[in-house]
């Protein structure tokens, strides 16, 4: 809509945007009118009033680009510069709402210097699209759980935990187990002595 302010743009297509939900994104690109026309606050209310009744579906908001047909340190240039840094501090808070800051060049606009040519859309194009699809990619919300390396002490029978760095092979132990015991091995013998077994006259359990 040539030479509209943010007040007209946001009246625009109302039906449509009711019927949007948070997959869908609402792109507001404007504000250059209300700026050179002295009516930044006015722009700024406007989207501020569009933004909190616009809650089913995010909003993406474009900075105003600098004019290159005016000298960096215009009165136009300086507006606008206020104007985005306004904007970012009224949508600071709204989670649904995102604001696309970008940086054109000067071979991207038409020979006036005031819009963007061919190219320069085809630009800002590409930036949206980029922008949206990584917004959607991050809208997924990894959680990463810790391996948990601890053990519980409670271990039924037969769940024993097997040690994985070890080598050797649990058939050939139970293979050795098996086997019969030879003359080359030793029997097993107790240092402990022995006490004599009572007999039927000293138990007690007799008298």
């Known amino acids: ?33 209300d700026v050179s026309r002295d009516m ?4 700024l209310n406007s989207l501020k009033n569009f933004v909190n009744l616009r809650t089913n579906a995010k909003v993406l908001i474009l900075a105003l680009l600098p004019r290159h047909d005016l000298i960096q340190d215009s009165c136009v240039n300086k507006e606008i510069h206020s104007f985005n840094r306004k904007l970012h501090k009224i949508m600071k808070n709204k989670e649904m709402v995102k604001i696309l800051d970008y940086d054109i060049a000067r071979e991207d606009f038409t020979s006036h ?19 949206l699809t990584k917004s959607k990619s991050s809208n997924i919300d990894l959680i990463l759980l810790k391996w948990k390396t601890t053990t519980s002490e409670f271990i039924p029978i037969g769940c024993e935990i097997m040690d994985l760095n070890d080598t050797s092979d649990p058939d050939n132990d139970e293979k050795e187990e098996n086997q ?10 107790s240092n402990r002595r022995k006490k004599s077994s009572l007999t039927r006259s000293q138990d007690f359990l007799w008298e």
Do not use: F, W
């Not at 039906?15 to 690109?29: H, Q, Y």
């Not at 930044?40 to 722009?43: C, E």
């Not at 019969?180 to 013998?189: A, D, H, L, V």
């Open 113 to 131: 210097s005031q819009h963007l040519n061919l190219s320069g859309k085809s630009k800002v194009a590409l930036l949206i699209a980029q922008y």
């Open 40 to 43: 930044s606050q006015m722009g």
């Open 1 to 33: 809509m040539p030479g509209a302010g943010l007040q007209h743009i946001i009246k625009l297509a109302k039906s449509e945007i009711s019927t949007l939900t948070n997959r869908d994104a609402i792109i507001v690109c404007g504000g250059s009118n």
């Open 180 to 189: 019969p015991i030879t003359s080359n091995q030793k029997n097993r013998t």
